[in-house]
């Protein structure tokens, strides 16, 4: 990086990105170790190394760390505080507004003051709106006559959501912060209108747009819509997934592919006019279409990036190209962390960032490979962008999706040609859609095309292995991938060179310690003489042993040069180990996390020997799937590829539902059900009507969940009832407490016929599992005789008021009480179970205050460590 600036600039964004990143309570430690280093550089021998010269650069970019790094730390007071309130009434005014597949969806800002308990500055803050259809399809009176930019007046519910309470869980604070928004309102009964407005250009152009398309498929309309707008809301669930598959969903999101296809359309189009010309109008059509999609932040920040890198490729050369390219890019970040620190948190922005320096930087040199050298220039220019930013970005797509498209490169290179004409065809259109003539016989062609492309994606989504999910291969792996990088762009010779000096001055702030190491081991090293008279010879053999060594690798490294075997392909192998090697993840004591799933349970138990048992799955609705977006991206972000075993203490949804997507992802040993005198394998099992009444919540919502009747069919099924003891590892048992006798006529017999688990370790301590047990249940187990005393206790039910016995409770005193609850509308947990617990003084986590929940029992203390604390 010979550029001042680009060295600035990165040195700055980085020290934002610390700051980001860094929690509250940490950053003084983070700003210490700053400091500690400017002293050190400030008297450091610059002469050395780096020459005298550049001393008062190293001071500027340490300086430029830390500015970045306070800078980046004020992006926190963006983020709204946690709030539900409901009934209240709010006026202000509505900027946007679209049909959405349950009702209408907008962009509303408050205007005027909201009457709620906890005091609140809601004034120009901004919302996104949703207004559902009732039962009979039909929106409340008066919301089918609203337009953007009238001012509204109606009862609504606000939420702001919490922070992510589960490793791996999205973020939907930072999502909406970064896009302006402070959380949802949602609509509660009929609007009043107060004064009607004028609609923006970018709503009035999209709704013409919507009627040109409204006799065409829908179907296909939609995925056009999401392609020129970014607006997915009405692209069934099944289309969009073979396009995640093959990794071309980003053409959905109306930011970097958008904004290049148009930026080469029109700089191609408009090849006859001077330089300057061609550049101003390129960019005045680049800012349009960003107004065109509404202003949203991630095309902003896509055109505000496009911008720059078209400015930066003025430089005379290729190389100044590039290199004022990568200024240009890194300039635009600068602007956007100024505008929003904690964009540099966004994954969105990463994702654009990283695949448009990967273009910029590592594209060249990929098409100079030997292999790809003689290509015809379109192809290899093609494939070897694909690849650039694909390569920059896969350790961020892991790291978020835990999903690998293997077909991605191949998709993309075989799609993209064709995604971009149908783009620019539909950009087009839109352009000329006051001309119907002109604009209807455009899309029609557009839509032709899509027809094909998607038909082509859905076969390719069919290929065995062509989507997998992965684990997060942790921090080992990205240090190697992006040094790899740095090795390819800066030359094996001079990174070599940079690791030697950095090793010889760590050598020479250390060597103080290690003489004295040394001095302290002489006489160390007499008294075993004299305790051991053949230490002298077991120390000379030790040293021929090494000298051997050393002649033997050198020997080896010749070996391997003759047989091809480089450097550059061991690193290859060494990151695939590193990519299926998670060493990092094994507990070094019995741990116990209840994952933070909303209303549900899901419990994983971990052993020092890494015997991994889940118990529950947490709920699924047709809205929501636990398993799916928080129970697998929690596994994979721990690195967890297994499950021994999975057990489902009773047959409800929001203990079950998840069991469908961790099955289909995540390998299990066996799966364990209550004796229960159900069959869990007949789909008629569970009673007549409750596939039409919700309320007996069978398997899920709306009764018996065929999907995983099917998938349960496949596996180990084992029945499990008191007296089952399971040996985990050396000396932890896992003991089936319950179910004893069938029970028959309770309140709700699956509840009452659940597993109850006791886990106990070496050392005596214990956590009782209790799934939903309530009182028929507890008065069982109460006069059966058995030993349920615990360490920890799981309250039963969410904390339900029908699970509070306080005979059988009275004999368990534990040290802590997890409640696994979520928002319900059951009035969980109960505060009769709160106040009896708080009366005996016993610590009470929550899931839906503390987040996912982690107990570590070491044989002597129970630790309770909680992710809501620990990740924000």
């Not at 040109?212 to 969009?240: H, K, M, N, W």
């Not at 690195?639 to 469908?660: E, S």
């Not at 008191?722 to 407490?737: A, E, H, K, P, Y």
């Amino acid at each position: 990086m010979r550029d001042p600036w680009i060295r600035r600039l990165t040195a700055l964004l980085m020290g934002g990105l610390i700051g980001v990143y860094t929690p509250e309570p940490m950053w003084w430690i983070v700003l210490g170790i700053f400091l500690w280093v400017l002293l050190r550089i400030l008297f450091w021998r610059p002469r050395d190394f780096f020459g005298p010269e550049l001393r008062p650069e190293i001071l500027i970019l340490c300086a430029s760390i830390l500015v970045g790094f306070g800078f980046g730390q004020t992006g926190k007071l963006a983020l709204a505080p946690p709030l539900t309130v409901s009934h209240v009434q709010v006026a202000g005014k509505l900027q946007d507004w679209s049909l959405h597949e349950e009702g209408e969806v907008g962009l509303f800002e408050i205007l005027g003051p909201v009457d709620v308990p906890e005091p609140g500055d809601f004034f120009k803050k901004k919302y996104r709106l949703r207004v559902y259809f009732d039962a009979e399809g039909n929106l409340p009176a008066g919301w089918d006559l609203v337009r953007p930019g009238d001012t509204l007046a109606f009862t609504a519910k606000i939420e702001q959501p919490k922070p992510p309470g589960t490793q791996g869980q999205f973020d939907y604070p930072l999502y909406n912060a970064v896009r302006g928004l402070s959380g949802w309102i949602t609509a509660q009964g009929e609007v009043e209108i107060l004064r009607t407005g004028t609609a923006g250009l970018s709503w009035r152009v999209r709704n013409h747009v919507q009627k040109l398309l409204v006799d065409y498929p829908q179907a296909q309309t939609s995925l056009l819509e999401g392609i020129l707008f970014g607006d997915t809301s009405r692209i069934p669930e099944e289309a969009l997934e073979s396009y995640r598959i093959t990794g071309v969903y980003h053409v959905f999101s109306a930011s970097g592919s958008n904004v290049a296809f148009l930026l080469l359309l029109c700089w191609n189009f408009l090849f006859f006019l001077p330089r300057l010309w061609r550049l101003g109008i390129t960019l005045a059509l680049l800012v349009f279409y960003a107004l065109l999609c509404g202003g949203n932040p991630p095309i902003l920040r896509a055109t505000i990036m496009a911008v720059f890198v078209l400015l930066g490729r003025l430089g005379k050369g290729r190389e100044a190209g590039r290199g004022n390219s990568c200024r240009s890019l890194l300039l635009a970040a600068f602007l956007l962390f100024m505008w929003q620190p904690l964009i540099l948190k966004d994954i969105g922005f990463q994702l654009s960032f990283m695949a448009t320096w990967g273009i910029l930087v590592l594209s060249a040199d990929l098409e100079k490979m030997s292999w790809v050298r003689d290509w015809p220039k379109s192809i290899k220019s093609a494939f070897s962008m694909t690849c650039a930013a694909q390569a920059a970005t896969l350790p961020l797509m892991i790291g978020a999706f835990h999903r690998l498209s293997i077909i991605g490169v191949l998709a993309n290179l075989l799609a993209l040609f064709v995604l971009g004409s149908i783009f620019e065809l539909g950009i087009l259109a839109v352009f000329l859609s006051f001309i119907p003539q002109i604009a209807l016989p455009l899309f029609q062609v557009s839509l032709w095309l899509l027809t094909g492309v998607s038909e082509f994606l859905m076969q390719l989504a069919r290929i065995l292995w062509a989507d997998v999910w992965v684990v997060n291969p942790g921090p080992l792996f990205w240090v190697c991938w992006y040094g790899w990088f740095l090795v390819l762009l800066v030359g094996k010779e001079k990174v070599g060179f940079m690791i030697r000096v950095g090793l010889g001055n760590l050598y020479r702030v250390g060597q103080p310690w290690i003489v004295q190491g040394i001095a302290l081991m002489r006489p160390l090293g007499a008294v075993l003489q004299k305790v051991m008279p053949q230490s002298e010879r077991w120390w000379s053999k030790c040293r021929e042993f090494i000298n051997q060594n050393r002649k033997g690798q050198e020997s080896s490294r010749a070996g391997w040069a003759k047989l091809g075997i480089k450097g550059d392909r061991v690193l290859a192998v060494v990151l695939l180990l590193l990519f299926l090697w998670s060493p990092w993840n094994a507990p070094g004591v019995l741990q116990v996390t209840f994952i933070d799933v909303g209303q549900g349970d899901c419990i994983l138990i971990e052993t020092p020997e890494e015997i991994r048992i889940m118990v529950d799955t947490g709920p699924k609705t047709s809205t929501f799937d636990a398993g799916e977006r928080v129970i697998v991206p929690y596994l994979l972000q721990r690195g967890i590829k297994r499950l021994d075993a999975l057990i489902l203490t009773h047959p409800h949804g929001d203990h079950v539902g998840g069991a469908g997507a961790i099955l289909e992802t995540i390998p299990v040993g066996w799966v364990g059900i209550p004796e229960d005198g159900l069959d869990w394998l007949n789909y008629d099992s569970f009673g007549e009507g409750q596939a039409e009444d919700s309320s007996q919540n069978g398997w899920g919502e709306g009764g018996p969940d065929r999907e995983l009747i099917k998938i349960l069919e496949k596996m180990t099924l084992e029945r499990l009832s008191r007296g089952d003891q399971l040996t985990l590892d050396s000396q932890i048992t896992l003991t089936v407490i319950a179910p004893g006798e069938v029970l028959r006529g309770t309140k709700s017999d699956e509840n009452n016929n659940c597993l109850v688990l006791r886990l106990e370790n070496q050392a005596g301590q214990s956590v009782l599992l209790t799934g939903d047990m309530e009182e028929e249940q507890m008065e069982e187990i109460y006069g059966s005789g058995l030993s349920y005393e615990a360490d920890v206790f799981k309250i039963p039910h969410h904390g339900s008021r029908y699970s509070l016995m306080t005979d059988m409770l009275a004999q368990i005193n534990p040290q802590a009480v997890v409640i696994p609850v979520g928002k319900n509308s059951f009035g969980h947990p109960s505060p009769q179970v709160l106040e009896y617990w708080s009366e005996r003084q016993v610590p009470i986590y929550r899931t839906d205050e503390d987040g996912t929940i982690q107990i570590k029992l070491d044989g002597t203390s129970v630790e309770v460590i909680t992710d809501r604390s620990r990740i924000n």
